[in-house]
């Protein structure tokens, strides 16, 4: 079993840095793209546990997500501009994930994953 503790951060760059620390002890890079956070669990099968998920998800909320969106539309390229602007939209009126949401759904995609809340 794994636990990410929502103690041990607070905004998306944290998240990263627990889930390296917990999944990745052997690799030389770390995770910093949620992309990249869905590609190392295809190797990953069990329980993983999110103790704190409460504090996690106000603190990954809405207004992180926003800012998240809003860096993204600023940098330009890379991103898809046009998508990201949806996305934000979306969130602005109450339909879009917030980040929480979105790490939650990438987990639970895994279906060798078993994902609880705590």
């Known amino acids: 079993m ?11 760059e944290g998240f990263y840095e627990e889930i390296s620390r917990l999944l990745m002890k052997d690799e030389d890079w770390k995770v910093g793209t ?24 106000e ?3 809405f207004d992180l997500t926003k800012e998240f969106y809003e860096n993204k539309i600023r940098q330009g390229k890379p991103f898809n501009v ?7 939209d979306e969130l602005v009126a109450g339909k879009g994930q917030t980040l929480f949401e ?10 060798k994953i078993t994902l609880i809340l705590a």
């Open 82 to 88: 046009m998508l990201i602007r949806h996305k934000l």
């Open 34 to 57: 949620l992309d990249g956070f869905d590609d190392i669990l295809y190797g990953f099968q069990g329980q993983i546990t999110w103790k704190d998920s409460q504090k996690s998800r």
């Open 2 to 12: 794994t636990v990410i503790n929502g103690r041990h951060f607070s905004d998306l």
């Open 59 to 61: 603190e990954l909320g």
């Open 102 to 111: 979105i790490l939650v759904e990438i987990i639970q995609s895994h279906q």
